[in-house]
């Protein structure tokens, strides 16, 4: 733990010479290093940039980590309103979403794999809302009233593709999005493994269309209760990593866009410090 002294910027400065963090959520140099290329270089010209990426990304990280609001960020991090608007912009250029894509890559290189996966699994998560959000809907098999996080991962865990909707919205009506979005993103992917609620037309459409293998995967037991199901347990598990960080555990996000990007933020931190441990 660094004991702060002296103004903000010395705080900054200060954070930055060393690998240790001032919160468990900051990432320490090493694990920065990794990331840091797939943000915006210092531009020649114009106003110098008062606060850090670094600085600026761990209070976002604290922020997801913590669950607290955007407005209860510790003073040793930036003002809100700054960490924020930092925030809202790399969403709104689809930043995350690049370095999510690259960190997959380098991530199942490390693991010896292909850069680009031959295979996937695809589930989804109900879970509560806030009061007073757009695009809530009632999950009747849940009986939950909220959203729902959509997940296509690898068969590492790691996201393909995510996307939050209300939670009304049915898994096949989603699904066959987000296998349009990444149908000529993934030039290897010949298979897709999920659960029950994906059966029906969609398993034709997707071999029509996409010209992938959508295997459904029964349970593995007649008797009730969870079952570990072969190959769905993967994305069940990242979901799992999800439960880490109290900002899921219930949807507060204005936007489902929001919610994606700090899923995607989530995810982020979790790939860099695994390449960091195998670095």
């Not at 292909?114 to 757009?134: H, M, T, V, Y």
């Not at 898994?171 to 993103?185: H, L």
């Not at 029906?200 to 008797?223: A, H, N, Q």
Request: proline residues 5%; positive net charge; aromatic residues 12%.
């Amino acid at each position: 733990m660094i004991s702060y002294v002296g103004s903000k910027s010395d705080r900054e400065k200060q954070m930055r010479s060393t690998s240790s963090s001032a919160y468990p959520s900051d990432l320490t140099l090493k694990q920065w290093a990794i990331i840091q290329p797939y943000f915006p270089r210092r531009k020649k010209v114009g106003r110098k940039r008062k606060h850090s990426f670094r600085v600026i990304f761990n209070a976002i990280l604290y922020v997801v980590r913590s669950g607290c609001a955007w407005r209860m960020l510790p003073k040793d991090y930036p003002p809100y309103q700054t960490v924020y608007g930092y925030f809202r912009k790399w969403k709104v250029n689809d930043l995350w979403k690049r370095v999510t894509d690259r960190l997959r890559q380098r991530t199942r290189v490390q693991a010896g794999r292909d850069p680009n996966p031959s295979a996937a699994i695809i589930d989804s998560q109900s879970g509560k809302s806030g009061e007073l959000r757009d695009d809530v809907g009632y999950d009747g098999y849940k009986r939950i009233k909220g959203r729902r996080r959509h997940a296509l991962v690898d068969v590492l865990g790691l996201p393909i593709d995510i996307s939050v909707t209300a939670a009304s919205v049915q898994e096949r009506t989603e699904a066959a999005a987000m296998f349009e979005r990444v149908k000529g993103k993934m030039p290897r992917l010949k298979k897709i493994w999920a659960d029950g609620g994906y059966t029906g037309p969609l398993v034709d459409w997707v071999r029509r269309k996409c010209g992938w293998d959508l295997e459904i995967i029964k349970p593995t037991s007649p008797e009730p209760g969870f079952h570990v199901r072969p190959w769905c347990w993967i994305v069940e598990r990242t979901f799992g990593w999800l439960t880490k960080y109290r900002r899921f555990a219930r949807d507060y996000e204005l936007t489902t866009t929001s919610s994606e990007a700090l899923i995607r933020i989530a995810m982020i931190r979790n790939m860099a410090c695994r390449l960091a441990r195998s670095a």
